[in-house]
């Protein structure tokens, strides 16, 4: 939801400097020095000389140094000594009007005693030599230290040059900012983080010239492009062209030659662009001199050479102000040299058809079709949208109608895409028939139809790919795993791509939910034989999310984070980089990596938008108020789980428990753990009943953690023997020995939890280990199992879970259950309520209640407090965002 509260973090006159401490550091300790008469910052245009300048001398300043700045500017270095001018008193004699303002001005800073003048020249490769010739006097002839800055690639007067060649001055050189400095200066400048797609948008546009960065950033938030949606800055719709960037750009680049700008307006319509087509279209000489004057940069690409501009804002720039007639002419010409070429690469037919498109000519049918498929493949659905209604317009036929059918499909307008579906009899190859079955069968479920008389008897097989992964969302799940198994198995003609990757998605989480690594494994090995973007992505996510389930987190966490970057960095569209973060988050959250797992999850949020065609905003947006709930901030947990409760159910059985587990998690947070416990054993009799092993295995885990030990420790074993997963082994192992306050078990499930990847519920153990152990008076265990949980919460990010409670030292001596109590009792609770909280009696309660003052030796509610510290938990906000009621909030 867009954020209503006005922004206070906009880009001003100045953002923080980032990304310049070390160049900070030598300018100031230069100025400290004798011996050093100045220093040279050299750099290309925007990457922050005069921003560097600037912070030095203030610093100076404000430490006692006199200061003067001068600026050298074209028309100013046209007059003898013009640019320091001002720092001269008025002269009305005749006489050599040079010679004796350059006397006063010498003079001016031959200061004999205080602290040591400094004189900034800003753009001194524009002073005329006169100019020069006075700074270099000042800089080896009197105490003044001077501090120049240089535009990269200009030549500065040879004076200029002599100071840092001869050891006058140092030469600092500054470059582009990294990356994670691009990301550090938006989240300053901005005042809060950004979705990935968002950042990295602003990353590859301004290539990190800080300048860019923070005008790029200005132009988007006056143009409402650039949104704070649930908490994240989200760059939505087009980037609209400011007059002030765009003259910002231009004075940057300052292209005088015609031949150059032909170049960039080439490049702005395409990049990268191989060499020998853009020589092709501007001219081998125009290239060499828009490289050699720093705003183009040519690379090798493989066996090519490919050309792109140096900072790819300069494109948008160029793009927005060029005349149309000049457009349409690169890109008819773009379209002419694309259409004379071999065409191998996958985007070839869908960057002609656009560039035609874009350039107001015509494409056929069949070449609009190609298009559009290509669209689908990448996930940018409305332009194939609209490319598939062309084709169709242009005589694409049945097979124009079918993408269109299964492109709307995608974007989960399934009523739209029964109306384009083309007739049975209209299919009339086995391709077509398959396509039109995957089609139908998608219609059926999410619109609740029932089979047309006609049937799929032609797809049937197609269709029966769908029906697989349909039957899981059911809860279906062993029929599921067993129609998926028999498609990618059964002898016969190969299934059609879309249909390989559903049945093998489906086999994956199926496998995924019944713990069986090895098959999770052999079927994405199977359905990633499929390539196409979306497909391969698809079956990638079904396996990190299986292997997640099954409890190998180790591996689906390294997986998913390098499918999460890939994502970002090729430009997939935000709904492919939503559903990865989806997937990342869920991975971290089970790890029980809080932190991660609330940022990929809100990013999640924003990045999927209206695009959710499997409609499963409630799982994530449950999955979100449990990341919270683990970090004890039941503020945030609850504001999500009411936007849950706000958004239609998950079709199918198979989220219900899921969904139940996260409502254990706000319940645990707000430290009702009987009431957690209770919707923990809810979800496993759930999972049970649709025969999901490890869903009920992770439920029941969390009713052992919620004080439910006892009651599921049969079961767990149960599980463990009937599952090839060791996550249930570990899980059993912890419930034993929670139920049985073994400590030296607690210690050794905590260490096998931790191998497999389960951080958190490692630290619980180990965290209630150290208090058992502490309690016996068994000194040298509870020191090893301290640190060990002490290790495995900074893994955590801050998780707070009813287990993990450190409080204390070696003489904390409190069981889990004495815990309970007093963490209840501290946080305000009388008695009964706390009695009714954990399903004990009032007796047992103040009987508990009895060994903890005592064992603490503190006695009253006020000490126990101050002992355990107040929880915010019940009832604060996090610090992270003091606006969480805006949660909601509607959209705006």
Same mark, same amino acid.
């Given at each position: ?692 092993? !490890?869903?009920? &295995? =992770? +439920?029941?885990? $969390? %009713?052992?953690?919620?004080?439910? *030990?006892? @009651?599921?420790?049969? /079961? #767990? ?16 192992? !912890?419930?034993? &020995? =929670? +139920?049985?306050? $073994? %400590?030296?078990?607690?210690?050794? *499930?905590? @260490?096998?939890?931790? /191998? #497999? ?31 060990? *949980?002490? @290790? ?101």
């Amino acid at each position: 939801m867009a954020d209503s509260r006005p922004h206070d973090g906009r880009p001003g006159n100045l953002w923080p400097l980032v990304g310049r401490a070390a160049a900070l550091r030598t300018v100031l300790s230069a100025a400290t020095q004798a011996d050093v008469g100045g220093v040279v910052i050299v750099g290309p245009p925007g990457v922050g000389r005069t921003r560097l300048a600037k912070e030095a001398v203030a610093r100076l300043a404000a430490a006692g140094h006199p200061t003067a700045w001068a600026t050298g500017t074209r028309a100013a270095g046209a007059i003898p000594l013009g640019p320091l001018l001002h720092l001269a008193l008025p002269h009305d004699a005749a006489g050599p009007v040079t010679a004796h303002i350059f006397g006063q001005i010498v003079e001016r800073f031959t200061v004999p005693t205080g602290k040591r003048p400094v004189f900034v020249v800003d753009d001194t490769h524009l002073l005329d030599d006169v100019s020069a010739a006075l700074v270099y006097q000042l800089a080896v002839h009197t105490r003044t230290f001077v501090l120049l800055t240089v535009r990269q690639g200009h030549t500065a007067p040879d004076v200029m040059t002599a100071l840092w060649k001869e050891g006058v001055a140092r030469r600092v050189e500054l470059r582009p900012l990294s990356d994670s400095e691009v990301d550090t200066l938006l989240e300053r400048g901005l005042g809060g983080p950004l979705d990935a797609v968002t950042r990295y948008t602003f990353r590859r546009l301004s290539a990190g010239n800080p300048l860019v960065l923070r005008e790029l950033a200005q132009s988007a938030l006056e143009g409402s492009a650039l949104l704070r949606r649930d908490g994240l800055w989200h760059l939505s719709g087009e980037l609209r062209i400011t007059g002030r960037l765009g003259d910002l750009i231009e004075a940057q680049m300052q292209v005088d030659d015609p031949a150059v700008l032909a170049v960039l307006e080439v490049l702005a319509c395409k990049e990268p662009l191989g060499q020998p087509v853009l020589e092709e279209l501007t001219g081998h000489s125009a290239v060499v001199r828009a490289e050699r004057q720093g705003l183009v940069v040519v690379e090798p690409s493989g066996a090519r050479h490919q050309a792109r501009l140096t900072i790819p804002a300069y494109g948008e720039v160029i793009r927005a102000r060029m005349p149309r007639a000049r457009a349409n002419e690169i890109w008819a010409r773009l379209a002419e040299s694309l259409a004379a070429s071999p065409r191998r690469r996958a985007d070839d037919a869908f960057e002609l058809v656009m560039w035609r498109r874009t350039a107001g000519l015509n494409s056929s049918g069949q070449e609009l079709l190609a298009a559009a498929e290509r669209a689908a493949e990448r996930l940018e659905l409305e332009v194939a949208e609209r490319l598939a209604t062309a084709s169709g317009a242009a005589d694409g036929g049945v097979d124009a109608n079918l993408t269109l059918a299964e492109v709307l499909a995608l974007q989960g307008r399934f009523a739209d895409a029964a109306d384009v579906l083309p007739d049975p009899g209209e299919c009339d190859n086995e391709e077509r028939a398959d396509r039109r079955a995957i089609v139908r069968e998608k219609i059926e479920y999410w619109q609740h139809e029932a089979a047309p008389a006609q049937g799929n008897q032609t797809g049937e097989r197609a269709a029966e790919a769908v029906r697989a992964w349909t039957m899981l969302i059911e809860g279906h799940v062993a029929g599921s795993l067993a129609i998926g198994t028999a498609l990618l198995t059964r002898p016969g003609p190969r299934l059609p791509a879309e249909a390989t990757a559903r049945a093998a998605t489906a086999v994956v989480l199926a496998a995924g939910l019944m713990g069986d690594i090895r098959l999770v494994e052999r079927a994405s090995a199977t359905g990633l034989e499929v390539a196409s973007p979306w497909t391969e992505a698809q079956v990638g996510a079904a396996r990190c999310v299986a292997l997640a389930l099954a409890g190998a987190l180790t591996t689906a966490a390294k997986d998913v984070d390098i499918a999460y970057r890939e994502a970002v960095e090729t430009r997939l569209a935000a709904p492919m980089v939503g559903m990865w973060a989806i997937v990342r988050g869920f991975v971290a959250k089970a790890q029980g990596r809080v932190k991660p797992a609330q940022q990929a999850l809100r990013e999640a949020v924003v990045l999927l938008g209206e695009h959710d065609p499997l409609r499963l905003p409630a799982v994530y947006l449950a999955e979100l108020a449990g990341a919270y709930a683990m970090a004890g901030d039941t503020i945030q947990a609850d504001a999500w789980l009411c936007r849950m409760d706000a958004c239609p159910p998950p079709r199918g059985a198979l989220f219900d428990a899921w969904i139940e587990r996260d409502r254990a998690w706000v319940a645990a947070a707000a430290l009702d753990l009987s009431s957690a416990a209770g919707h923990a054993l809810g979800a496993a009799k759930t999972a049970g009943k649709a025969g999901v092993p !490890m869903i009920e &295995a =992770l +439920a029941l885990f $969390d %009713a052992a953690r919620f004080g439910a *030990a006892k @009651e599921v420790c049969d /079961r #767990l074993h149960q599980l463990s023997r009937n599952t090839a997963a060791p996550a249930t082994a570990a899980f059993a192992t !912890m419930a034993t &020995a =929670l +139920a049985t306050d $073994d %400590a030296h078990l607690l210690a050794e *499930a905590a @260490e096998r939890l931790h /191998r #497999l990847g389960h951080l958190l519920p490692a630290a619980e153990a180990a965290a209630t280990a150290h208090r058992l152990h502490a309690g016996a008076r068994r000194r040298t265990a509870a020191k090893a199992a301290l640190v060990l *949980a002490r @290790e495995l919460l900074t893994e955590c990010d801050g998780a707070r879970t009813p287990l993990t409670d450190l409080t204390g030292t070696l003489d904390l001596s409190l069981t889990p259950r004495e815990l309970q109590v007093a963490k209840l009792t501290a946080a305000g609770l009388p008695g009964r309520a706390v009695a009714d909280r954990l399903g004990l009696s009032l007796r047992t309660v103040n009987n508990h209640l009895g060994r903890v003052y005592a064992k603490l030796g503190v006695s009253g509610r006020d000490a126990l407090a101050q002992l355990l510290g107040q929880p915010d938990a019940l009832g604060q906000p996090s610090r992270e965002e003091p606006h969480s009621q805006e949660l909601l909030q509607n959209e705006a």
